[in-house]
């Protein structure tokens, strides 16, 4: 089944501590991201990557980290987590076509309470 | 950046009404999607429809691109239709998408 998966599904931690948050799709996309959702604030994009090594910043990557080593994965990183960033977070996919405009889905997302 | 305004913000129907969603966009677009937020959390793919129309059993949205706006349909309405149903946007490339603030839809029984 085509699915883009996260890990965990919901998350507990304290301020400091350093955790990460995993994304894998197994549909061989180009185009990986995460968004934010906030009451009041919609969903907002934090990172995203067009291909391998490549990544760069959406509208709120303060306080984030990511990565993409490998095609099919895309861990969000969060070094020195604090309240602020309690949040619920997506990953998505998509093809990367010149044109634009393709289809991006999304995963389960991750509830994260930061104390 | 891009504006997307979505109407109406809640709506609350019985069981078995047809509801309209609307979603303006500030410019030109190359991807539109509509979703459903489910209780749970979740988003659910409901359309990929940057121009045209499609349908899908008792849901249908039409995007006209040259007047800026998409129209989502909910035909006898069920009660697992109530969530949030967000339109969202991309111009192109690797812009991401840019969410309304959404519709939140209540189906009484």
């Known amino acids: 089944e085509a699915q883009v998966t996260q890990n965990p599904r919901y998350l507990i931690t304290v301020t400091g501590k350093k955790l990460t948050v995993t994304c894998s799709q197994n549909?061989?996309?180009?185009?990986m991201s995460w968004y934010r959702q906030d009451p009041g604030l919609g969903l907002r994009q934090i990172y995203y990557?067009?291909?391998?090594?490549?990544?760069d910043k959406g509208d709120v990557p303060e306080g984030y980290k990511v990565s993409r080593k490998e095609k099919r994965n895309f861990p969000l990183i969060l070094e020195s987590p604090s309240p602020n960033q309690t949040s619920l977070y997506f990953c998505?996919?998509?093809?990367?076509?010149?044109?634009?405009?393709?289809?991006?889905?999304f995963g389960p997302g991750t509830r994260l309470t930061v104390l | 950046g891009i504006q997307v305004e979505q109407s109406p913000p809640d709506l609350i129907l019985q069981e078995g009404a047809n509801s309209t969603l609307r979603c303006n966009f500030s410019?030109?677009?190359?991807?539109l999607q509509w979703f459903h937020q489910n209780p749970w959390g979740q988003l659910i793919n409901l359309f990929y429809?940057?121009?045209g129309t499609k349908q899908n059993g008792r849901l249908s949205a039409t995007t006209v691109a040259t007047e800026r706006y998409s129209l989502l349909y909910i035909s006898s309405s069920q009660t697992t239709d109530s969530g949030v149903y967000f339109c969202?946007?991309?111009?192109?490339?690797?812009?991401?998408?840019?969410f309304g603030k959404g519709t939140h839809l209540i189906i009484q029984p």
């Open positions: 969202a946007v991309e111009r192109g490339g690797a812009d991401g998408l840019t």
């Open positions: 998505a996919s998509s093809f990367l076509l010149a044109e634009g405009g393709n289809e991006q889905f």
């Open positions: 410019d030109s677009v190359n991807n």
């Open positions: 549909m061989n996309h180009e185009y």
């Open positions: 429809i940057p121009s």
């Open positions: 990557s067009m291909n391998v090594e490549v990544t």
